[in-house]
């Protein structure tokens, strides 16, 4: 089966250029001008529209297990509403727990998925536990395609791992090429604001937010990339939220050191006040690192713009309001953290990005999927249009608006944190692998169609 994409204007992290492309099978043939017709079975007119690489979320959490309850969304409802967004790949977090080998953790995850996914996905592997032969089942974990780790300074008690850990795992990555993605909060100055909070009644969702200052992120931030400086290794700071913790990464990477880091379209566009909403509605916005204040925000676009921040994930954990949100109604510590995003990361990053002004066309592909791709070993198999490359492609209408609302978005969740917000500029066609699983909002890919991808060692993050 050939398809010919004809007509579009061709958008990559590099230019931008008048070109047909030719699908060949589950590949890209070719991308040229004037492609003759006669060389496909299929043709899409593409006129007026941007083709661009799919979407990478590096960040999502489905079907993952948290304070006894259970993210909304698995990986197919998960993975079929990331398709809708324009996202073609995910990469989501395995779960080491306590006492649990790596290996077991990771059989439980492609249980999860296969049959499931209806678009391609990887893994990362959360260490809770560096045991006896951890190490060593690290070096085992990159050789089955599992190319990065996720460390926690926070949550004491559940995740968070003591700095010997992590100095240890950021050493063995010096050796096997594995990236670790960090993520960086003060954990224990964190649980004694929260018990402190607890104990004098504060109990709102807003106490959330109160309880985990931009300085306990920043310090963390610091630490991890000193301690990453020291084994010789690079990092990656997930979901970056506040200025604070910009600042270390930016003074680190111009002193030339290998610190990455993402942040995601709620820290871009939403604030702390919406932890204040009346009828506990707060709760919705509850996620760590939590919301910020409003001068926050521009200092991240910034930092998007001038490649402090490489990469925008979603950190897509949802978590319904009527029935699990609420079960921490009296409690703010037993609200699950999280919030839905897989769906509507390029339509708003689109909107308030290029649209107006703040990033160039380019720079939105290379932050959505281009360097995901290469710091996490996709590349150039994903996040690229070329020949040979993956034929996940989004066909974007730049003129289509759309209004965000739960009641007609496809995750399986029952608010939208976005609900109201008009962007303009959509997925129209969504292929996969050479597959049109998404057309003008009908979606015609299948529960298992995704793949595991085998994801190598040494990525962008090493060169
Ligand atoms: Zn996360």
């Known amino acids: 089966m050939t398809t010919l994409i004809r007509s579009g204007t ?67 409802t998960g993975t079929r509403a990331a398709a809708f967004g324009g ?19 990771l059989d439980i995850w492609w249980k999860k998925a296969e049959n499931r996914a209806t678009i391609d996905y990887g893994l990362h592997l959360i260490v809770t536990d560096l045991y006896e032969a951890g190490l060593e089942d690290m070096d085992a974990m990159v050789a089955e395609g599992v190319a990065s780790f996720k460390l926690f300074m926070a949550y004491p008690g559940v995740l968070m791992v003591d700095d010997a850990t ?69 990092v990656y700071i997930v979901h970056l939220s506040s200025e604070d913790a910009l600042n270390q990464v930016r003074e680190a990477r111009d002193r030339g050191v290998p610190a990455f880091a993402e942040t995601c379209p709620q820290y871009l566009l939403l604030s702390v006040e919406e932890l204040a909403r009346p009828d506990f509605e707060g709760a919705k916005y509850v996620f760590t690192p939590p919301l910020r204040e409003k001068h926050h925000l521009p200092k991240l676009w910034n930092g998007l713009k001038h490649d402090h921040l490489q990469v925008v994930s979603t950190d ?68 690229e249009l070329a020949a040979g490359s993956d034929a996940d492609i989004v066909l974007w209408d730049p003129d289509e608006a759309h ?6 978005h496809h995750m399986r969740v029952d ?45 962008g993050a090493w060169k």
């Open 87 to 105: 996202t073609t790949t995910l990469i989501d977090f395995a779960i080491q727990a306590r006492g649990m080998k790596m290996r077991e953790a």
């Open 166 to 234: 992590i100095f240890k795992a950021l050493s063995q990555t010096a050796k096997n090429g594995a990236l670790i993605c960090m993520h960086a909060e003060n954990g224990g100055v964190i649980d004694v604001m929260v018990q402190r909070a607890l104990a004098e009644g504060k109990k709102a969702p807003i106490y959330h937010a109160m309880t985990r200052p931009a300085t306990a992120e920043a310090e963390a931030v610091h630490r991890a990339i000193a301690m990453a400086e020291i084994a010789g290794a690079p």
């Open 403 to 408: 209004l965000i609302s739960a009641a007609t």
């Open 10 to 76: 061709v958008v990559t992290a590099e230019r931008t250029f008048a070109a047909d492309v030719l699908i060949e099978g589950e590949k890209i043939r070719d991308i040229a001008a004037g492609i003759p017709v006669e060389r496909a079975d299929r043709v899409i007119d593409a006129s007026n529209l941007l083709v661009m690489p799919g979407g990478i979320d590096v960040h999502t959490h489905l079907d993952m297990p948290f304070g006894g309850t259970v993210s909304a969304d698995d990986f197919e």
């Open 415 to 459: 608010y939208s944190m976005f609900e109201g917000f008009s962007v303009k500029g959509n997925a129209r066609t969504v292929l996969s692998r050479g597959e049109i699983i998404v057309d003008k909002g009908a979606f015609f890919g299948s529960a298992g169609r995704g793949r595991f991808l085998k994801r190598a060692a040494r990525g």
């Open 316 to 383: 897509h954990c949802p978590f319904c309001f009527a029935d699990q949100k609420t079960l921490g109604r009296d409690d703010f510590t037993k609200i699950p953290n999280g919030g839905p995003g897989v769906e509507n990361r390029l339509q708003l990053i689109y909107h308030h990005g290029v649209n107006q002004g703040r990033l160039s066309l380019n720079r939105f592909v290379e932050l959505v999927s281009t360097t995901p791709a290469k710091l996490f070993g996709l590349y150039p198999r994903k996040g």
